[in-house]
């Protein structure tokens, strides 16, 4: 299950760019760029629906199947945060994402 949602996030991000990897157990990061923060909640809900398309089973989540969690932390170039504050606002957004009924995004 884990190899299958980590060549549907390769599949996603192809360009030179993109960085998908897995952080560890069942959690994945990307880091990517793009032009604006609309661009980085319409992939989110790709990965979403992307995730969702594999229907891979899991009796013991509500849906019965695999479903993503996904928070997201977007900085501009100039006067950036660093890597670790950009990974905690998206950590703290992701278990936002799971405590609000999970399979969502948050931005």
């Known amino acids: 299950m884990l190899a299958t949602i980590g060549r ?8 030179d760019e993109d960085l998908s990897f897995r952080l560890g ?9 793009f032009a604006a923060k609309e661009d980085a909640v319409a992939i989110a809900r790709k990965i979403l629906t992307s995730v969702r398309s594999l229907n891979i089973e899991h009796k013991q989540n509500p849906p019965g199947r695999v479903t993503v969690s996904i928070g ?9 945060a660093t890597i670790d504050d950009i ?7 992701l278990y936002k994402a799971k405590q609000t009924g999970r399979n969502k995004c948050v931005l």
Do not use: H, N
């Open 8 to 15: 549907t996030l390769k599949s996603l991000f192809k360009r």
């Open 25 to 33: 157990g069942e959690e994945f990061g990307i880091v990517t760029l």
């Open 72 to 80: 997201v932390a977007v900085t501009r170039g100039e006067g950036a």
């Open 87 to 93: 990974y905690k606002r998206a950590d703290s957004r």
